[in-house]
């Protein structure tokens, strides 16, 4: 997966956000793939999320773009109270089917910054893969406003880096570079150790009503056939967006890679990295 679709952050002057809203719409074109193919979280982090954002048995949690439910249906298991908003009126959907079994979560369609804030705050914000995806103007500002004192805004983020099948993500960048003409030449994934959520806790600190971001990560590898890899790669917006005819060459390009040079399977190395605010 190249990088390069991925980074958030980017300016956010008009061009930028066009494009923000038009990838980040792409996700709920096909909900049930997303759902099917896109992996959860280590349970470690929802260790951590309780006992560093108090998201755990009765605390009353707001999570921003919960997408189908990844994140909202181990919360619910750990006996918080979710509203969980989402965007994408598909994605929604299936978030309902999914915590369906849980009488203390609702999930609400609707874009986070257009969404009114009830009146009672909450105790803990928590965006899982999503918070890139919202107004960088809007984002931690509407966060703060919804949270008590000492409440805590929790954000995950999700970064491809190097490990698993190396040599799989070295060659395959000849597949994007033919087939998707945004790839930089000669890209290639970051070390774990090069990554660090320095803008993420700057971001929140410009707001002013949060104390220190503290930090929490976690590697971890998972092995794909053929087919889950591509029903992966279908589910990120950088793929989604490009031409039908590009985006099916790519994949049979890389289809081809995986089956001819590494028997029909990859390996992927994933950094999730866990950044927890506590509100003033």
């Known amino acids: 997966m190249p990088h390069h679709h991925l980074t958030p952050g980017q300016r956010d002057d008009t061009p930028e956000e066009s494009r923000r809203a038009r990838l980040s719409r792409t996700f709920d074109e096909d909900a049930e793939l997303y759902d099917r193919a ?8 929802y260790d951590d999320l309780g006992e560093l954002a108090g998201a755990g048995a009765g605390r ?9 439910g990844q994140a909202t249906v181990p919360l619910a298991e750990r ?10 009126a598909r994605m929604a959907a299936v978030a309902r089917r999914n915590v369906a079994g849980f ?12 969404w009114p804030l009830p009146e009672a705050p909450f105790d803990a914000v928590v965006s899982a ?3 890139h995806w919202i107004d ?8 703060a406003g919804a949270l008590r004192a000492g409440g805590a805004l929790a954000v995950v983020r999700t970064q491809h880096v190097r490990g698993g099948t190396e040599e799989f993500f070295v060659g395959v960048q000849r597949c994007y570079e033919r087939f998707d003409p945004e ?10 150790a090069d990554i660090h959520g320095s803008d993420h806790a700057r971001e929140v600190a410009r707001d002013g009503r949060f104390g220190p971001t503290v930090f929490r990560r976690y590697e971890r590898e998972l092995t794909y056939t053929t087919a889950e890899y591509l029903e992966l790669l279908r589910t990120y917006s950088g793929h989604r967006a ?4 590009a985006r099916n060459g790519l994949l049979g390009c890389i289809a081809e890679l995986i089956d001819g040079s590494y028997g029909g399977v990859v390996t992927k190395r994933y950094l999730i990295e866990l950044g927890v605010s506590r509100r003033r």
């Open 60 to 68: 009353h949690v707001l999570e921003v773009g919960c997408g189908t």
């Open 183 to 192: 790839t930089p030449p000669g890209l290639r994934l970051p070390a774990a």
């Open 242 to 245: 490009l031409p039908e005819a």
């Open 129 to 131: 893969t999503a918070f």
């Open 79 to 88: 006996g918080c109270r979710v509203t969980a908003v989402e965007a994408g």
């Open 103 to 114: 009488a203390a979560v609702e999930v609400v369609t609707a874009r986070f910054e257009d």
């Open 136 to 143: 960088p103007a809007v984002r931690v500002t509407k966060a």
């Open 38 to 45: 896109r992996p959860g979280y280590p349970p470690e982090l």
